[in-house]
């Protein structure tokens, strides 16, 4: 790419915003021109007002900048959202109907009919829902639509499952996740409360899970999504566990598989040639005691889904374990693959 196309960043003082400029900073393809958040961050100088929880430094181009306001008429095309969901609804759609392409890690669209809930190695065809968007939104020389990343604990599930559920098919799936503390924001959880201890609840987490899934594995047909025939429970707990949400995961198929037809499915996983993608979308470990987030989380630069333990269920066919980084392939790295797919595909 002969020219970096310039794009902003919407919620930017947030966690995910953090992470989006972070992962953004030196992106072939794509420059950070513009960030905007609330009212009280806005006019300020990005790098004396930001709250930087990061682990790399911010990059200078962005620390001088000025926080605009999210109402804000706003140049780049492309917008990264990382809202908070208390305002990412109504401000996302005001964007769009501006002509901007929102690229959103919230998750107050995900669930809209003509709003594609896209993890592009699974379902790519559901960006088709862009027809329907751009018919609703204002006519003019830019047409503007929402595209969504799912729950960070559903892109891994789904990862994990998708090649299962592409060969064999699925017909019953329970999962039980244990989430870090970094997908809770900051200033997130208490320490006297996480600190030796699993919270069994994380509020909203389970209801997402099954509907978030069954659109992902979905049919696109007529200009609608035909969601999957799976029955899923989910249970979510918050760990201890600065970054990387594990999941173990019990499922039955509707066809009779092996365990080496299984673990075939999972190594050849096909990947997508883009900045962003893995040279390995899911990592299998033999070793029975991996995956693990001190070990693994970083897998593939952290957009690697690990998965291990595979082994016979008593109770349904087959479990096993699974393990990704929250904040990249669960956020804001699976939000910048959606937009390099974008671009790659012509869409804007």
């Known amino acids: 790419m002969n020219k970096k196309i310039p794009v902003g960043i919407l919620g930017a003082t947030g966690a995910v915003g953090q992470k989006l400029i972070s992962l953004l900073a030196n992106h072939p ?26 682990a ?13 306001k999210c109402s804000a008429p706003l140049k780049a095309r492309i917008l990264f959202s990382g809202l908070d969901a208390a305002v990412a609804g109504e401000v996302e759609g005001h964007y769009a109907q501006d002509g901007h392409i929102i690229v959103s890690n919230s998750k107050n669209h995900r669930m809209d009919q003509d709003v ?5 190695e699974i379902n790519a065809d559901h960006l088709r829902l862009i027809e329907n968007q ?6 003019g020389i830019q047409q503007g639509y929402i595209v969504t990343n799912p729950n960070c604990s559903v892109i891994m599930l789904a990862v994990a499952l998708f090649p299962i559920f592409k060969k064999f098919g699925l017909d019953k799936v ?18 006297l409360d996480i600190l030796g201890n699993v919270i069994p609840h994380i509020s909203g987490e389970e209801e997402k899970v099954q509907p978030e899934i069954l659109k992902i594995f979905g049919t696109y047909k007529n200009g609608k999504i035909i969601p999957a025939d799976l029955k899923i429970s989910a249970s979510c707990n918050r760990v201890p566990v600065y970054h990387g949400h594990t999941l173990s995961a019990s499922f039955s198929t509707k066809e009779k598989a092996t365990e080496a037809d299984i673990i075939n499915a999972f190594n050849n996983f096909h990947r997508l040639e883009l900045p962003s993608s893995p ?4 990592q299998y470990f033999k070793e029975k005691n991996r ?10 630069n952290g957009m690697t889904v690990s998965v291990g333990n595979l082994r016979r269920c008593e109770v349904l066919d087959w479990k096993f374990t699974a393990l990704g980084h929250n904040t990249i392939r669960g956020a804001a790295g699976a939000a910048i693959l959606n937009a390099e797919f974008i671009v790659a595909n012509n869409l804007l």
């Open 29 to 54: 393809w794509f420059e950070i021109s513009e960030i905007a958040a609330s009212e009280n961050s806005a006019g300020k100088v990005y790098a004396e007002h930001v709250n930087w929880k990061d």
């Open 56 to 68: 790399a430094p911010i990059p200078p181009k962005v620390g001088v900048m000025r926080i605009k």
């Open 116 to 120: 594609p809930l896209v993890i592009p």
């Open 134 to 139: 751009v018919k609703k939104y204002r006519a």
């Open 174 to 191: 329970i999962t039980t996740t244990m989430q870090a503390i970094s997908g809770a924001g900051y200033p997130g959880v208490p320490a």
């Open 279 to 282: 040279t390995k979308v899911i």
């Open 291 to 300: 995956p693990q987030p001190l070990l693994d989380v970083n897998c593939g």
